[in-house]
């Protein structure tokens, strides 16, 4: 069952319709299937044009890509988020991960646009190197962040902050965008968690999946940041209690 199940995937996607199929699901033109990956139910797709798409006047921007440049990182990109199984995938709604280059939303760089709604995740396969496999799992939070709001609730998490710190009222109208560890944490793993709440937890997460070493060193001096990582991993348990964090 399981194998006419892919087969009809594969022949909708694969029809002469393929661009208008697509379009019906996602709402994103200029798509093509890239590779469909049977062990976790991702179907990984390729813009062949640019496109624009969003909420507010077209506001997301990205462009097609060399087929030789996704060949390039489509092994880092599937090696990160094969570590997600297929029942947690479909628990978070993701569903399709569209591959483009040159990211933008409302004219500002992105490394990833998540829309949990549509079960897709956009991905910058040219995003900086030195960050790219961890912010993967930053922008796979935002989707568990969407689907399960009642988990992760902003007020709770900003009591761990210190007294008086103040978020900003958006990712994109603040100038923390640095995404290097900071030395001394005081809460924060980097400039970029103290940009929004959301943008916060993200990070931790991130960190908790890719580098917990990393985490773990920094855990020693600073409460709140154990206060967060406790957070993070307690709700992410709630969703899949045998969710594996990195070691």
Partial sequence: MKILKIII????FLSPAQANTIYNILKIPNLEIYKIDDSNGLKYLRATKPFQVGIRNDNVTCFNSDIKNIEKKFQLIQKNLNIYQPNFLKK???KYIVLCENLSVSEIDAAGVPNFKMKTLII?????????????????FHIINDSFKDYFNEKEWKSYNPKNFEYAECSTCSDRINLS????TNG???????STASEDMAEVFSFLVYDKKKVDEKLINDAILKNKTSFIKNNILKISNNFSFSK
């Avoid at 910058?124 to 796979?140: C, Q």
């Fill in 9 to 12: 995937i594969i022949l909708i």
């Fill in 92 to 94: 978070i709604n993701l």
């Fill in 124 to 140: 910058d396969i040219n995003f900086n190197k030195k960050y790219f496999e961890r912010i993967i799992h930053h922008e796979v």
């Fill in 181 to 184: 560890t900071i030395k001394k």
């Fill in 188 to 194: 924060f793993l980097t400039e970029y968690s103290m």
